[in-house]
Each structure stands twice: as C-alpha cells, then as structure tokens.
C-alpha cells in the first residue's frame, strides 16, 4: 500500500491505520463470528431432542433479557467491521495491483477465495432474512402467539412451519452453502493473518478449515431436510405463506 493512501487512513486510530491492524481486526471478528455460528449450531441441533428441547433452549436465551441484546450488539458490530474492513482491504489491494496475473499462486487462487466477498454479501443478506423471519416473526407475524404447554414460545413449530416450505428450505440451505464455501477459505486465512500458522503446517490448517466448515454446513442442512424428509413435523400445521 501506498504512502499516500496510509496516510488517508484514521489518524485517530493507529490500529486502523494500516492494513496489518485491519487485517487483525477482520481476523479477530472472524473468530467470534465462527464461534457464534458454532454455538448457535449446537443450540438448533436440540431441535432434535424435540419440542421441550428447543423450546426450552429458547426460552433461556430469551430469559436473558439485556445480556441477550448486549451479545446481539457484539455480533452485530463484529459482522459490521468484518464485512468493512474486508471490503476495504480489498479495494486497496486492488489500487496496489491494477493488473490482474496470469497465474496465480497464493491463497486466493483457490475457488472459495474468489467468491469470498459475494458470498460474505450473499450470507449477510441471508441473515438479514433469517432475523425477520424467525427473530422478528416478520413475515409470519402469527407465530408470535405460538405457544407451548408451558406458555413458552413454540419455536419447534415455528421452525418446523417455516422449513415445510421447500423455498424457505431451498434458500436456507444454499445460503449455509455458501457459507460454508466462506468458512472453508476464510478459517485458514484467520490463522495466516494471525501468524499463527508456518508454511508447514498451512495445509493442516486449510484442510481443517475446510473440514469445520462443511461439519457446519451438514448440520445446519439437516434441520431442514429433517423437516422436508417429515423427520421433524407438528400435525395440522398452517400453510407457508411463501408456498401458497
């Protein structure tokens, strides 16, 4: 990067004022992102416990009252400043090298690399989504009023409801695709930034990247195939308002 162009970058920050403190920031909210999608995966897989499981999971983060709101802020900053500073070192990395090379060798030849930034757009949109639909009940207000027999909020038929619908699950479950696609690239790229890694053991950390990120994508493809297959039903439930 240029002289001129570091000198543009936040005076107030020196953190933020080269490219190695913005590539450790897009690392390290890399890694809370993909603990959270961790954890968040380990949750919904009590889906498979049944009704009681999920519910009850449910009702405890929502007894969490403001701490659950501070962890959605954290979340939120961190894919705010991940997807940021992602962009923004991209586009000095075009400024840096306008031409393109004829061969490629480094880390970003590989397939997931190049479409690193679409599918990072293409899964914030999906969470966008995923938030109206079973955060906000935005396109299914009346699962709201969806309760169980110990008046905590029915998130099994919720989920079971909104997957009976092959669009909602079709676009789940390619949105997980291509965040896996992410994950497989963007994990080893975490330990790179960090310098964690040595040439030596670069390949374990990419073939361990790529290994957790499809782990994640088949659990999360589960709970709607599960769901598709009638592995996981509710009987006499209302039809998808997206089907019909």
Same mark, same amino acid.
């Given at each position: 990067?240029?002289? %001129?162009? %570091?000198?543009?970058?936040? &005076?107030?920050?020196?953190?933020?004022?080269?490219?190695?403190?913005?590539?450790?920031?897009?690392?390290?909210?890399?890694?809370?992102?993909?603990? #959270?999608?961790?954890?968040?995966? @380990?949750? +919904?897989?009590?889906?498979? @416990?049944?009704?009681?499981?999920? +519910?009850?999971?449910?009702?405890?983060?929502?007894?969490?009252? !403001?701490?659950?709101?501070?962890?959605?802020?954290?979340?939120?900053?961190?894919?705010?400043?991940?997807?940021?500073?992602?962009?923004?070192?991209?586009?000095? +990395?075009?400024?840096?090298?306008?031409?393109?090379?004829?061969?490629?060798?480094? @880390?970003?030849?590989?397939? /997931?690399?190049?479409?690193?930034?679409?599918? *990072?757009?293409?899964? @914030?949109?999906?969470? $966008?989504?995923?938030? =109206?639909? /079973?955060?906000?009940?935005? /396109?299914? &207000?009346?699962?709201?009023?969806?309760?169980?027999?110990? *008046?905590?909020?029915?998130?099994?038929?919720?989920?079971?409801?909104?997957?009976?619908?092959?669009?909602? %699950?079709?676009?789940?479950?390619?949105?997980?695709?291509?965040? =896996?696609?992410?994950?497989?690239?963007?994990? =080893?790229?975490?330990?790179?930034? $960090?310098?964690?890694?040595?040439?030596?053991?670069?390949?374990? /950390? !990419?073939?361990?990247?790529?290994?957790?990120?499809?782990?994640? #994508?088949?659990?999360?493809?589960?709970?709607?195939?599960?769901?598709?297959?009638?592995?996981?039903?509710?009987?006499?439930?209302?039809?998808? %308002?997206?089907?019909?």
């Amino acid at each position: 990067m240029s002289q %001129s162009a %570091s000198s543009q970058k936040s &005076p107030c920050c020196p953190l933020l004022s080269s490219s190695i403190g913005r590539k450790w920031v897009v690392a390290l909210t890399g890694i809370v992102l993909v603990l #959270f999608v961790i954890g968040h995966l @380990l949750g +919904n897989l009590s889906i498979f @416990l049944g009704p009681d499981a999920i +519910n009850a999971y449910a009702h405890f983060l929502q007894g969490l009252g !403001e701490i659950l709101w501070i962890i959605r802020l954290v979340l939120l900053t961190c894919l705010i400043l991940h997807i940021w500073f992602t962009i923004t070192l991209w586009h000095e +990395n075009m400024r840096a090298r306008p031409q393109k090379y004829a061969v490629q060798k480094d @880390l970003d030849t590989t397939v /997931f690399a190049r479409w690193m930034r679409l599918s *990072g757009l293409t899964v @914030l949109a999906f969470v $966008l989504f995923h938030l =109206a639909e /079973f955060t906000w009940q935005y /396109f299914t &207000p009346a699962t709201k009023t969806w309760v169980d027999a110990l *008046g905590r909020h029915d998130v099994y038929r919720m989920v079971v409801s909104a997957f009976s619908c092959p669009l909602i %699950s079709g676009f789940y479950i390619i949105a997980i695709g291509l965040l =896996a696609m992410h994950l497989s690239h963007g994990i =080893a790229s975490l330990f790179q930034t $960090l310098g964690i890694t040595t040439a030596k053991m670069r390949p374990v /950390f !990419e073939r361990g990247g790529k290994m957790i990120a499809w782990v994640l #994508f088949l659990g999360y493809a589960s709970i709607p195939t599960a769901v598709l297959l009638g592995l996981l039903r509710v009987p006499m439930l209302p039809s998808c %308002s997206f089907c019909h």
